[in-house]
């Protein structure tokens, strides 16, 4: 069974920067396609970044050229790297891991427990 830890949350100042990381356990890292997603209402989830096997990216319009995600199979880890943070970037954040993009948000893909980004005007 897929595990997933979320880390390095926390309270910012608008402009600032955090290092998000989500490591795995209990799967084949290498393999997996990796996201990140936030929550921005009590029923609504949105994708900000994803990343599959070979390292290919996809951003939300609303982030691109402010988060970057990236991942290091040797520590089974994915990190969400976002910097020049807004106040509309406040959430809680999850990690989820799938087979390959197309099986992201599906009922077969994993996710954390979240980690909470708070930024501040």
């Known amino acids: 069974q897929v595990q997933l830890v979320e880390s390095g949350g926390g309270l910012v100042q608008a402009g600032g920067s955090l290092r998000l990381s989500c490591r795995a356990s209990?799967?084949?890292?290498?393999?997996?396609?990796m996201a990140w997603h936030r929550q921005i209402s009590e029923n609504q989830r949105e994708m900000v970044a994803a990343?599959?096997?070979?390292?290919?990216?996809v951003y939300i319009d609303s982030v691109q050229g402010r988060f970057t995600i990236s991942r290091d199979n040797a520590k089974n880890t994915v990190y969400l790297q976002m910097n020049n943070l807004k106040p509309t970037d406040t959430a809680v954040y999850y990690c989820?891991?799938?087979?390959?993009?197309?099986?992201?948000?599906?009922?077969?893909?994993?996710w954390g427990q979240g980690t909470q980004v708070i930024v501040s005007a």
């Open positions: 209990g799967t084949t890292f290498s393999i997996r396609a």
């Open positions: 990343i599959d096997s070979g390292g290919k990216t």
């Open positions: 989820e891991s799938a087979e390959s993009m197309k099986r992201l948000r599906t009922p077969s893909a994993s």
